[in-house]
């Protein structure tokens, strides 16, 4: 049972999206009245009269006497939506809000738990235009006042953007019955109350989250590292550092995963509507249609370079030989087939064996080659080399060098951060997920990776891969032979 009074600030305003049928309600709602009669707070439910009728019955299958609990106050349902009927307002609505959470502390309750259906309480689709704003402005109820609430989310009833809407507005949402407490969409309600905030900044917002959640796990690491501490708190450390990343990582590609979906549909009925609406199109419209997809195919983009990350992070290793060179040679003949009009010098040291998991590998090789394609189209005499600099025991030196855009010396720490990127998207195209995803598969192959560079003088990307350790270098020279 959820601990109402104990609850943390961060965790009382919290989503639920779910698919279309009440009953996926109970599991999260009933429990969290439950809770909240318990502790004496208020509670109210907000909703269909189909839905409402769910929840009752949930109620009364944990015991609770629902009849006595409406009679002393304790228990409210409610399907009003006399508020609709005269336009939607977010403020007036955050007001009576508040007003039903003053009104439940002086009836002698610790404060209000509610819960409810959005769809419901904003009725139609151009009043979910107002979302960003109302659940905002709720928001400050919530960090000022005893409110504890779930908002609920029908995902076959929400708008092209109530879904993206209700991912920005929630630092926690439920994950079926498990609640995540850090939701990296989240924008603060001031950020979105703000004066030049629209939606035209929301898939940068998102981009930024992650990456500054990224800062603060290298510090963390950075910190845990720093420590002097014993092997057996090291090792628990390590432990819960890997299950921290993993949660991190697994969340970031379901969320990638389930947002995918939306976007599609999306594309889907911007498609159907230029069939049908084409021949009298404005050439305004036109502009507007031309403009949603475009930012649709850029948060495309940027899922699909989560997916890739989460891929690059959870793939179980399956090592074997693996010749650089046959990779790089493979990744260059598909750009030349691509860019035909291009003429690149390329040079690639023969053979580059190396041990590790030739998928993820060919990701490695392949972002590479296509960075520094990227960055030298804008170079008269373009030059890209890929060799061997160092050989050691158990593992190798590799370089990836071009003569293109470079960049400051300055920003080499930034490289391999989730969305970083250098230069505009006018400039160069991009999501800045390549060489963080590069990184994570070199690190997961026991190696580092590193940049030098200087603006308008190349750059040159190191990272080291074993090549010769438990036996290696033996199935290698076999690799050779055969």
Known sequence: MMDIDTCETSSRHKCLIYE???????PVVVPFLTGGLQTNWRCLYLGSPESIAVVKGGLVRRGIDVVAEIRRGGLVFSSDREHLKTGFAPR?????????????VRDGFQGLCAAGDMAWELGTAENFEHLLEYEALLENVFREKPLQGICLYNSTMLPAHGLQDALLTHQCLYDGER?????CFY?????LLAKGFDREDLCEWMSGQIMRIQGAERERDAAIAARTVSDVERE????ELRAARSEQESLSYSIAHDLSSPLRHIEYFVK?????????????HQQWLDHISERTSHMQRLLEGLLALGIAAQTELRKEPVDLAVLADEAFTRLRWDHPDRTVQVEIEKPMLVMGDLPLLRSVIDNLVSNAWKFTAKTTEARIELRRVEARASDATFRMADNGAGFSPTAAGRLF?????????????GTGMGLATVRRIVERHGGRIWAEGNIGAGAQFYFTLPIGINGVASKIESAIAA
């Open 417 to 429: 951060g989730v969305f970083e990127r250098l230069h505009a998207q006018s400039e160069y195209a």
């Open 272 to 284: 159907k509507f230029r069939e049908k609406a084409a021949p009298g199109a404005l050439p305004e």
């Open 187 to 191: 924008v603060p309600p001031d950020a």
């Open 20 to 26: 279309a049928d009440p009953s996926e309600l109970a």
């Open 179 to 183: 609640l995540v407490r850090d939701n």
């Open 92 to 104: 007036l609505l955050v007001e009576q809000i508040a007003h039903l959470v003053d009104e439940a």
């Open 236 to 239: 628990y450390l390590a432990t």
